[in-house]
């Protein structure tokens, strides 16, 4: 049967060819969706996570803006102790994230002072990588980094000192000068104009507030074990007034994007299945119509309506594997071509205003999506050629065989 199906499927060579090149095409096109998606995905948490909030935190219970912690924790040690014995935490390190007031003698800015431990947050964070003019923390004690958008509004240069003011621990406005020691360039707008690094311990200083951190930061050796960390640390913290948080609660935006993401995805699979399937009812369609003399003789000989139900369904199949090995063909070339030099993409030139994000995405394939969607090509294919074996396999072979 396989054989008579397949000599079938190309009796009308230019017919089937459309059909395989648009199943083909609209594979693809849907493997292609699937890979650039799951990239801007991948990347934008990669890059959230790398550039400031990490893979978990520990925050004081009372804070009410997880991405502005500013409640200090009251005693650091039992958390710094947890982290540390959790072999899936790669490293970690506390911080502190205030909000402050950068003056020069030229200009005055409010801007979020984040106090880090140099070393620990290199293991952390991307940041030591945007450094574009200088150095990064950690060889002079009380040296500052800061955007080159910030820099020129505060008409700043290296080598430079700008006055620090923050909220010190008994409510008095605590004040120290800092030198300018390097300058980075993420590239996201809001980032580089509203961020300010200086070291763990001379903030700590300044606000009198020795061994204190108000969060604590920690990047695991797998993201994806992230809410698995996150319960049992809290497991292990219960008690305390701590709060144990993951990316995912930090950066919940991000999950609304994916998630709108997925719809367009999802609205543009149906819309490619929704072609394929009236391309292959049409295509069985018309091949019925000319082939009723055919399927009558077949019936006249022998042949059971079964048979031809089954006939038609397998060159349904046929045809469907070609077009979805075409199309998988078609798509992986497409995404390994992307992969290795890029595509550049407006969509992220827009999310860089928020955080770090590259306007040249690299593309990732998804291997468990694109056999999905192989798979379901291919029913599609079967199921739209049923409607047409149904109507043959009714045929009456007398009536079939007085059809023109």
């Known amino acids: 049967m396989i054989r008579l199906a397949w000599r079938n499927v190309w009796r009308n060579r230019r017919r089937s060819l459309i059909n395989v090149a648009s199943m083909g095409f609209g594979l693809a096109a849907i493997m292609f969706g699937q890979s650039l998606l799951r990239s801007l995905q991948v990347q934008l948490i990669e890059k959230s996570t790398g550039s400031i909030t990490g893979h978990l935190q520990v925050q004081d219970d009372r804070v009410d803006v997880v991405k502005m912690p500013d409640r200090f924790i ?36 409010g801007a979020l002072v984040c106090g880090v431990d140099p070393e620990k947050e290199r293991l952390i964070t991307e940041m030591h990588t945007y450094m574009t003019q200088g150095e990064y923390l950690g060889k002079t004690p009380k040296g500052l980094i800061l955007g ?136 069985q369609l018309m091949s019925l119509f000319e082939r009723v003399r055919e399927f009558g003789v077949l ?25 979805t090995l075409f199309g998988l063909c078609v798509g992986g070339l497409l995404i390994a071509h992307f992969g290795r030099t890029g595509l550049h993409l407006p969509v992220g030139e827009a999310l860089s205003y928020f955080l770090p994000f590259p306007s040249i995405i690299y593309m990732r394939p998804n291997w468990f999506a694109h056999a999905y969607a192989c798979l379901a090509v291919l029913a599609t294919t079967i199921l739209a050629a049923l409607p047409p074996a149904l109507r043959a396999g009714r045929l009456k072979p007398a009536e079939a065989l007085r059809h023109v």
Not at 299 to 316: D, F, K, Q, Y
Request: charged letters at 20%; one cysteine or more; proline letters at 4%.
């Open 148 to 283: 080159e958008s910030l820099a020129k509004r505060l008409d700043l240069r290296l080598g430079e000192k700008a006055v620090i003011m923050a909220q010190a621990a008994d409510g008095s406005m605590g004040a120290e000068a800092f030198r300018l020691v390097g300058l980075f360039k993420t590239g996201s707008e809001s980032f580089d104009n509203q961020i300010v690094y200086v070291a763990l311990a001379a903030f700590q200083e300044l606000l009198a507030r020795p061994g204190q951190v108000n969060n604590y930061v920690a990047k695991l050796k797998d993201i994806e074990t992230a809410d698995e960390v996150q319960k049992d640390l809290s497991e292990t913290l219960k008690g305390l007034p701590a709060r144990v948080l993951s990316w995912k609660q930090i950066d919940h935006e991000i999950l609304g994007v994916k998630a709108f993401q997925d719809a367009i995805l999802f609205i543009v699979l149906c819309v490619v299945f929704a072609i394929v399937a009236l391309g292959i009812l049409n295509t």
């Open 74 to 109: 009251i005693d650091p040690r039992p958390v710094a102790a947890a982290l540390e014995k959790d072999p899936r935490v790669l490293a970690h390190a506390g911080r502190i994230h205030l909000t402050g007031l950068v003056s020069t003698p030229a200009s005055s800015v």
């Open 299 to 323: 019936m006249a000989i022998g042949a059971r309506p079964r048979w031809v139900m089954r006939l038609l369904v397998t060159e349904s199949a046929l045809l469907g594997a070609v077009g």
